[in-house]
Protein backbone atom coordinates (compact mmCIF):
# COMPACT_ATOMS: atom_id res chain seq x y z
CA UNK A 1 0.00 0.00 0.00
CA UNK A 2 1.56 3.16 -0.91
CA UNK A 3 2.21 5.59 1.58
CA UNK A 4 2.80 9.45 1.39
CA UNK A 5 4.73 11.30 4.08
CA UNK A 6 5.22 14.76 4.53
CA UNK A 7 6.52 17.07 7.34
CA UNK A 8 6.54 18.95 8.98
CA UNK A 9 2.87 18.98 9.90
CA UNK A 10 3.14 22.50 11.09
CA UNK A 11 5.41 24.93 10.28
CA UNK A 12 5.17 28.47 11.49
CA UNK A 13 7.72 30.95 9.82
CA UNK A 14 8.29 34.62 9.72
CA UNK A 15 8.31 36.73 6.89
CA UNK A 16 11.40 36.46 4.47
CA UNK A 17 12.58 33.44 6.18
CA UNK A 18 13.44 30.50 4.06
CA UNK A 19 12.14 26.51 4.78
CA UNK A 20 11.15 23.43 2.75
CA UNK A 21 8.49 21.05 3.25
CA UNK A 22 9.39 17.15 2.93
CA UNK A 23 7.50 14.34 0.86
CA UNK A 24 8.39 10.78 1.22
CA UNK A 25 6.52 7.98 -0.62
CA UNK A 26 7.37 4.39 -0.29
CA UNK A 27 6.47 2.75 -3.86
CA UNK A 28 8.05 3.75 -7.03
CA UNK A 29 6.32 6.36 -8.78
CA UNK A 30 6.97 9.20 -11.53
CA UNK A 31 4.58 11.73 -10.89
CA UNK A 32 4.24 13.79 -7.97
CA UNK A 33 2.05 17.17 -7.50
CA UNK A 34 1.97 19.93 -5.25
CA UNK A 35 -1.48 21.45 -3.87
CA UNK A 36 -2.14 24.34 -2.07
CA UNK A 37 -5.34 24.47 -0.13
CA UNK A 38 -6.78 27.38 2.26
CA UNK A 39 -8.96 26.78 4.74
CA UNK A 40 -12.84 24.88 3.44
CA UNK A 41 -11.25 25.75 -0.05
CA UNK A 42 -10.49 23.90 -3.19
CA UNK A 43 -7.17 22.30 -3.89
CA UNK A 44 -4.98 24.66 -6.12
CA UNK A 45 -2.62 22.80 -8.28
CA UNK A 46 0.88 24.46 -7.38
CA UNK A 47 3.11 21.88 -9.69
CA UNK A 48 3.24 18.50 -11.45
CA UNK A 49 6.81 16.71 -11.32
CA UNK A 50 7.15 13.68 -14.29
CA UNK A 51 11.10 12.44 -13.69
CA UNK A 52 13.25 12.16 -11.71
CA UNK A 53 14.93 15.12 -10.72
CA UNK A 54 12.55 17.78 -11.92
CA UNK A 55 12.43 20.79 -10.80
CA UNK A 56 9.92 23.81 -11.31
CA UNK A 57 9.78 27.34 -9.97
CA UNK A 58 6.61 29.20 -9.44
CA UNK A 59 7.64 32.79 -7.59
CA UNK A 60 8.84 32.28 -4.34
CA UNK A 61 8.11 28.26 -4.72
CA UNK A 62 10.19 25.55 -5.82
CA UNK A 63 8.94 22.18 -6.21
CA UNK A 64 11.61 19.46 -6.67
CA UNK A 65 11.40 15.53 -7.32
CA UNK A 66 13.99 12.30 -6.36
CA UNK A 67 12.29 9.48 -7.78
CA UNK A 68 15.66 7.56 -6.37
CA UNK A 69 15.01 8.56 -3.20
CA UNK A 70 11.50 8.49 -3.42
CA UNK A 71 11.49 12.09 -1.91
CA UNK A 72 9.96 15.38 -3.07
CA UNK A 73 10.82 19.20 -1.75
CA UNK A 74 8.87 22.26 -1.65
CA UNK A 75 10.55 25.36 -0.71
CA UNK A 76 10.00 28.58 0.06
CA UNK A 77 11.80 31.89 -0.48
CA UNK A 78 11.59 34.86 1.41
CA UNK A 79 7.72 34.02 2.88
CA UNK A 80 5.18 36.39 2.62
CA UNK A 81 2.17 36.31 4.33
CA UNK A 82 0.12 35.64 1.49
CA UNK A 83 1.76 32.05 1.41
CA UNK A 84 -0.26 30.35 4.58
CA UNK A 85 -2.30 27.60 3.84
CA UNK A 86 -2.02 24.15 3.60
CA UNK A 87 0.26 22.19 1.24
CA UNK A 88 -0.46 18.75 -0.26
CA UNK A 89 1.80 16.53 -2.13
CA UNK A 90 0.24 13.98 -3.83
CA UNK A 91 1.72 10.96 -5.32
CA UNK A 92 0.40 9.24 -8.52
CA UNK A 93 -0.49 6.10 -9.40
CA UNK A 94 -1.89 3.68 -12.20
CA UNK A 95 -0.53 6.08 -14.86
CA UNK A 96 -3.42 6.28 -17.51
CA UNK A 97 -6.17 6.84 -14.88
CA UNK A 98 -4.66 8.72 -12.19
CA UNK A 99 -5.56 8.06 -8.36
CA UNK A 100 -4.06 10.18 -6.23
CA UNK A 101 -2.99 9.16 -2.59
CA UNK A 102 -2.25 12.12 -0.50
CA UNK A 103 0.19 13.01 1.90
CA UNK A 104 -1.05 14.24 5.22
CA UNK A 105 -0.54 18.07 4.35
CA UNK A 106 1.74 20.63 6.09
CA UNK A 107 0.20 23.67 7.73
CA UNK A 108 2.53 26.57 6.77
CA UNK A 109 1.81 29.68 8.88
CA UNK A 110 3.95 33.07 8.13
CA UNK A 111 4.06 35.23 10.68
CA UNK A 112 4.46 39.19 9.74
CA UNK B 1 -11.51 29.86 -17.93
CA UNK B 2 -13.96 27.29 -16.95
CA UNK B 3 -13.33 25.47 -13.88
CA UNK B 4 -15.00 21.98 -12.49
CA UNK B 5 -18.53 22.86 -11.28
CA UNK B 6 -19.87 21.26 -8.13
CA UNK B 7 -23.19 21.35 -6.83
CA UNK B 8 -24.81 21.95 -4.23
CA UNK B 9 -22.13 23.62 -2.46
CA UNK B 10 -23.71 23.05 1.16
CA UNK B 11 -25.91 20.41 2.27
CA UNK B 12 -27.38 19.16 5.45
CA UNK B 13 -28.54 15.60 5.31
CA UNK B 14 -30.28 13.51 8.53
CA UNK B 15 -28.83 10.32 9.47
CA UNK B 16 -30.14 7.28 7.17
CA UNK B 17 -31.01 10.17 4.56
CA UNK B 18 -30.07 9.52 1.10
CA UNK B 19 -27.55 12.65 -0.71
CA UNK B 20 -26.50 13.29 -4.38
CA UNK B 21 -23.72 15.34 -5.37
CA UNK B 22 -23.49 17.00 -8.81
CA UNK B 23 -20.21 17.14 -10.98
CA UNK B 24 -19.67 19.23 -14.22
CA UNK B 25 -16.18 18.75 -14.90
CA UNK B 26 -13.90 20.88 -17.29
CA UNK B 27 -15.20 20.91 -20.76
CA UNK B 28 -13.02 18.10 -22.57
CA UNK B 29 -12.10 15.98 -19.96
CA UNK B 30 -12.51 12.87 -19.81
CA UNK B 31 -11.83 11.60 -16.76
CA UNK B 32 -13.57 12.38 -13.28
CA UNK B 33 -12.55 11.67 -9.95
CA UNK B 34 -14.28 11.60 -6.46
CA UNK B 35 -12.41 12.57 -3.05
CA UNK B 36 -13.52 12.95 0.25
CA UNK B 37 -11.90 15.26 2.81
CA UNK B 38 -12.88 15.28 6.57
CA UNK B 39 -11.92 18.09 8.99
CA UNK B 40 -8.66 18.03 8.92
CA UNK B 41 -7.80 15.29 6.77
CA UNK B 42 -6.10 14.41 4.05
CA UNK B 43 -8.07 14.05 0.62
CA UNK B 44 -9.29 10.43 0.44
CA UNK B 45 -9.96 8.70 -3.65
CA UNK B 46 -13.19 7.44 -3.92
CA UNK B 47 -14.21 6.68 -7.27
CA UNK B 48 -12.92 7.23 -10.97
CA UNK B 49 -14.73 7.55 -14.52
CA UNK B 50 -12.49 7.76 -17.62
CA UNK B 51 -15.21 7.84 -20.81
CA UNK B 52 -18.18 7.38 -18.43
CA UNK B 53 -16.73 3.88 -17.35
CA UNK B 54 -15.46 3.40 -14.10
CA UNK B 55 -12.15 3.33 -13.97
CA UNK B 56 -10.51 3.07 -10.41
CA UNK B 57 -12.30 1.93 -6.63
CA UNK B 58 -10.95 3.73 -3.62
CA UNK B 59 -12.35 3.51 -0.24
CA UNK B 60 -15.90 3.84 -1.34
CA UNK B 61 -18.45 2.47 0.94
CA UNK B 62 -20.83 0.39 -0.22
CA UNK B 63 -23.29 2.73 0.46
CA UNK B 64 -22.26 5.01 -2.17
CA UNK B 65 -22.13 4.67 -5.72
CA UNK B 66 -21.17 6.90 -8.50
CA UNK B 67 -21.89 7.26 -12.30
CA UNK B 68 -20.41 9.84 -15.15
CA UNK B 69 -23.21 10.50 -17.96
CA UNK B 70 -23.48 10.66 -21.24
CA UNK B 71 -22.22 14.64 -21.32
CA UNK B 72 -19.39 13.93 -18.89
CA UNK B 73 -21.26 15.81 -15.78
CA UNK B 74 -21.00 13.01 -12.87
CA UNK B 75 -23.09 12.05 -9.96
CA UNK B 76 -22.21 10.77 -6.20
CA UNK B 77 -24.78 9.16 -4.34
CA UNK B 78 -24.81 8.60 -0.96
CA UNK B 79 -27.45 6.64 1.16
CA UNK B 80 -28.19 5.54 4.74
CA UNK B 81 -25.67 8.43 5.74
CA UNK B 82 -24.25 8.16 8.74
CA UNK B 83 -22.86 10.94 10.87
CA UNK B 84 -18.78 9.93 9.37
CA UNK B 85 -20.13 10.91 6.44
CA UNK B 86 -19.89 14.48 7.09
CA UNK B 87 -17.26 15.82 5.06
CA UNK B 88 -15.95 17.86 2.18
CA UNK B 89 -16.38 15.96 -1.00
CA UNK B 90 -14.58 17.09 -4.13
CA UNK B 91 -14.68 15.97 -7.58
CA UNK B 92 -12.02 16.67 -9.65
CA UNK B 93 -11.49 16.62 -13.51
CA UNK B 94 -8.52 15.59 -16.02
CA UNK B 95 -7.65 14.91 -19.80
CA UNK B 96 -6.35 11.45 -20.21
CA UNK B 97 -2.96 11.19 -18.08
CA UNK B 98 -1.80 9.02 -20.41
CA UNK B 99 -0.68 11.93 -22.00
CA UNK B 100 2.13 12.74 -19.19
CA UNK B 101 1.79 16.26 -17.73
CA UNK B 102 -1.96 16.83 -17.54
CA UNK B 103 -2.66 18.04 -14.20
CA UNK B 104 -5.60 17.26 -11.99
CA UNK B 105 -8.24 20.16 -11.65
CA UNK B 106 -10.24 19.97 -8.45
CA UNK B 107 -13.47 22.10 -7.57
CA UNK B 108 -14.60 23.84 -4.76
CA UNK B 109 -16.22 21.14 -2.90
CA UNK B 110 -19.42 20.07 -1.50
CA UNK B 111 -20.58 20.42 1.81
CA UNK B 112 -21.60 17.52 3.91
CA UNK B 113 -23.32 17.58 6.79
CA UNK B 114 -25.19 14.72 8.83
CA UNK B 115 -26.84 15.77 11.67
Known amino acids: ELKVEQNPLFLSMQEGKNYTIYCNYS?????LYWYRQDPGKSLESLFV?????AVKQEGRLMASLDTKARLSTLHITAAVHDLSATYFC????????????FGTGTRLTIIP | AAGVIQSPRHLIKEKRETATLKCYPI?????VYWYQQGPGQDPQFLIS???????DKGSIPDRFSAQQFSDYHSELNMSSLELGDSALYFC??????????????FGEGSWLTVV
Open chain 2, 92 to 105: ASSLALRVSGNTIY
Open chain 2, 27 to 31: PRHDT
Open chain 1, 90 to 101: AVGTNFGNEKLT
Open chain 2, 49 to 55: FYEKMQS
Open chain 1, 27 to 31: TTSDR
Open chain 1, 49 to 53: LLSNG
